[in-house]
């Protein structure tokens, strides 16, 4: 009976020994695991610098959009006003 666990044991052993390898296999190293989060902190900084020059970019064309609103209102009340101007006489 001892010697069924003892061949129970080495088989346990020779099976966990089988998984931890393939297991090792499967994964990645430690500079590689180190390398795929540097890879992910630089897509993340570069997404936020794409979404500030998008929100930038965004504020300048709604201002100038603005501006020239404006711009055509004032031509056109000035132009209203130099026509009556001129034929109201």
Avoid: C, P
């Amino acid at each position: 009976m001892i010697q069924d666990r003892r061949n129970n044991a080495d088989l346990i052993e020779a099976i966990a020994d089988a998984v931890r390898g393939e297991i090792s296999r499967l994964t990645v190293s430690a500079e590689m695991h180190y390398e795929h989060h540097e890879f992910i902190r630089e897509w993340i900084e570069e997404r936020k610098r794409k979404r500030e020059w998008r929100d930038k970019v965004k504020a300048q064309v709604g201002g100038w959009m603005i501006i020239s609103i404006l711009g055509v209102i004032g031509t056109g009340a000035w132009t209203t006003f130099q026509y009556l101007r001129d034929h109201l006489k």
